[in-house]
């Protein structure tokens, strides 16, 4: 059987940028959950080329680009990567293991980066609301108050004189905020 050649995008722009790569058997696009994807690495087999537009249409995070990049390695599919020149050329096997194992390092770097950064910023984050808490600033949405009138229909609705629905239209706010501010007065 002749080896086959698929092509894998997320976007238009991704498919687009394919067709003008090469003419391929294939060209599935997909969505985040990438279940075209899925179905597509049932049909790649030994000395097929994938070729994708993106690195990160292999997987959502670093672990699951490698082992990715090891299950096509492992099935001998070659890849091929637009936005990595050094994936276009034609590699011998052994070049490609280690191309492809410098991507997989360069990956981790990447990740332990983003990982660093987004514990930096978490960091910040609750310095910056703990400087607000005690600086006196009211954080968040402010508490509504209790409308015109509150007592005479809370009274009402409590001898069930009237429903819920109608109180809360009498008081001009929602249903919602009609339970949770009885819920807070029966609390207080």
Known sequence: MAAKVYGYAETEADVDALRAYAAMDIILEDMAERGQYQILRRFLREGDTLIVAHWSALGDNAAAIGAELDSLQAEHIRLRILDLPITLQDLDEVSATVVFQTLKEILLVLQQRHDDLQTLHRIRQQEGIQAAKNAGRQLG?????????????FG???AKEIRALEASNELKISRATFYRLVK?????
């Open 141 to 153: 949405r402010p508490a509504i108050g209790y409308p015109k009138g509150w007592k005479r229909i």
């Open 156 to 158: 009402r609705y409590q």
């Open 184 to 188: 807070r007065y029966r609390q207080s």
